[in-house]
């Protein structure tokens, strides 16, 4: 895995979750996507379902079954609860091969009650169009009784923040990864489950810097009020001194604004010319190969709309790398 620590694929991080890893290793998944086993016996919730790689299910199976054992908890199904964290798909790609998993675990056991199928979980958010988004098109194709669907007869449970799950699992709402972004507190391990908002390693793409940045402080203060010190992220290893790691990424973010604010502040590089993205990108990675400049500018831009929509700076022409900016109040 390059230099990627290496993680188990199954690993049991405390009495009550079981780690899981997606088998999707990559330069942006780490190690792969980790899903969550919470509970102590059956029924368990699942946290995340992969991107349904083959290699997977194995493995979730695996799971279950050590997990549930040989207890009298046989006639109970093996998961009560799918929270999907976000849309991305390497997050909910799993969902239909999860499923079938546990149906068939279920008819394994032969039990004799009907089949309980569990209940699947997201927050609600409209999600901008995406050719990357097959969320509809996963749950389209589900099979009928595989879940049981929510009190209107859509696939999800709709989550909301603060709500605590039947588990004992609380919900944060934390948008700026994606729009329907959460985390997760699991009470019984002073844990919080970052999904992709915090990472185990390196840092977080953000879609909204400015809700990125509020969930970030949301998470630090929740963090802290309910002693959740640990991290259970959504990738990479466990994060052992959470709020440290949840401030160091706040204070990053707060770096770079802060850089680029200087830099506005400053004459441009071309006389009588504004700053652009992109001349602002090749001023703040001067020392960086310039193949790594185009992905850097995404990230800068991002800085400029939250500064625009604080009315620190202004566009004033241009697209793209070439969008023009200018500074005009004080931070």
Known sequence: MDKLEALSSVSRLSESVIRVLGQNPGKFTLQGTNTYIVGKQRPFTL??????????????????RDAGGTSSDSGAADV???????WHHDHVGGLPAVLALLRRLWDARNVAAPFTSPRLHKFPAPLAPSPHNNLPAILAALPAGSYTPSPDGTPFHDLHDT?????????LHTPGHTVDSICLHVPQDNALYTADTVLGQGTAVFEDLAAYIASLRKMLEFGRAAGAR???????PVVVDGAGVIATYIKHRLEREAQIVGILKSPPAVADEAWTTWTLVGSIYAAYPESLWLPA????DLHLRKLEGEGVVKRVGGEGKDTSWVFVAQV
């Open 80 to 86: 009560s609860d799918i929270v999907i964290s976000h």
């Open 297 to 300: 500018a995404h990230g800068v």
């Open 163 to 171: 709500q605590v799950l039947s588990t004992g699992l609380r919900v």
């Open 47 to 64: 946290i995340d379902t992969g991107e349904g790689r083959e290699e997977y299910t194995p493995l979730l199976e695996s799971a279950l």
């Open 230 to 236: 640990v991290l259970y992220p959504g990738h990479g």
